[in-house]
């Protein structure tokens, strides 16, 4: 999955996969990295993406 290859090569990114499914079940997700469902609601995805940029 292209998410575990760019948390190996670069760790320091922030990962937020969004998908038209409405879980994480089947999605090997690395630690740390967000998931939100489709659709998304705007206000959802601008919380998510100020509280990732807030995660050290």
Not at 29 to 47: T, Y
């Amino acid at each position: 999955m292209l998410a575990k290859v760019v948390r190996e090569h670069w760790p320091e990114t922030r990962i937020l996969m969004v998908s038209g499914r409405e879980h994480t079940e089947g999605f090997d997700l690395p630690n740390g990295a967000a998931f939100l469902s489709k659709p998304v609601a705007p206000a959802k995805l601008l919380e998510t993406v100020a509280q990732m940029m807030m995660v050290e």
